[in-house]
């Protein structure tokens, strides 16, 4: 029983008279033919691993490019030191989103949610919540539920691979997750939740991928940030009482055709957009060059 759209997912929610989490872990209990206790063991695991993730940054280490590497730590210093907007939450989203993403490209042990190269996004927003000790591991395991309960439909109506969707597919959908999970850790409605996640999705619609030199790290470390504070304003204008314009199906479905529309070269070839610059064609040349002499 896999939900096929969101309009199916909350209407299941509202006819059961369940919470959207409870809705999603019955899905994946009748897909995946586990019992409760498995399904939330294996929630439980992601969480950890997202969490150790977080404790394992070490702001030594670089990227085997060198491009990546550090940055969370710098994000962190200013803030202690004051010199940033947006309050303690934006900063810490902002240096954890930085942190999961870097680890990933340091090849690292990450949580792909949806994808590697969108990891950082949801961690981001969640994990300075626990840290603060304003969502108990139990609540954020149910919103993760909800967030892989959007993710699904977004893989059956749509995509997540930013090879044939661009980079709206990636960071777009995890954003998308993200917004719904917080929303409903801060007690939005399904109804609220949708509203979220379709504006998170919408505000990245058309983001392509044109990864440097091929690899996922510039500008897809920078990026998985920018799905993060997307997240966290779109789960803000939801709980405010801020509805989608455009329903969250019809959204992903925008998003489908989008992809499909976009050029290949903006779909993760490497051969056009910041891929294509000066400086990315040189830093792609520079690197070639090394490994063929190595």
């Keep these: 029983m896999s939900f096929l759209s969101c309009a199916e997912m909350l209407t299941y929610a509202h006819e059961h008279s369940c919470t959207l989490a409870q809705a999603v872990l019955r899905s994946d ?65 902002t240096a954890e989103a930085l942190k999961t993403a870097e680890c990933n490209a340091c090849m690292k042990r990450i949580v792909a949610a949806p994808t590697a190269g969108s990891c950082g996004v949801l961690p981001a927003v969640l994990l300075p919540l626990a840290q603060e000790g304003q969502a108990s591991d139990e609540a954020i395991c149910d919103a993760l539920y909800v967030a892989a309960g959007f993710g699904q439909v977004i893989a059956a109506r749509a995509t997540l691979a930013g090879a044939e969707g661009g980079c709206q597919a990636e960071v777009g959908a995890a954003s998308a997750m993200a917004a719904a999970a917080l929303c409903y850790l801060k007690g939005g409605t399904a109804a609220a939740c949708a509203a979220a996640a379709a504006m998170a999705l919408g505000n990245l619609l058309g983001l392509v991928c044109d990864p440097v030199a091929g690899l996922v790290e510039v500008p897809c470390v920078k990026r998985n940030v920018v799905g993060a504070v997307n997240a966290v304003a779109c789960a803000n204008m939801a709980l405010a009482g801020i509805d989608s314009s455009i329903p969250c199906d019809e959204v992903i479905d925008a998003m489908g055709r989008v992809g499909r529309q976009l050029s290949p070269d903006l779909r993760e070839t490497g051969a056009s957009g ?6 990315g064609r040189a830093i792609a040349r520079r690197l070639a060059a090394e490994a063929g002499g190595v």
Excluded: N
């Design 29 to 93: 209990l009748a897909e995946s033919r586990l019992t409760e206790e498995a399904s939330r063991a294996q929630m439980r695991r992601l969480w950890q691993v997202m969490q150790q993730t977080s404790r394992d940054y070490d702001p030594s280490r670089r990227s085997r490019s060198g491009l990546v590497g550090g940055d969370a730590a710098k994000v962190e210093q200013a803030a202690a030191q004051g010199r940033l907007l947006g309050g303690a939450y934006l900063s810490a989203v």
């Design 274 to 279: 910041l891929a294509a610059t000066p400086t």
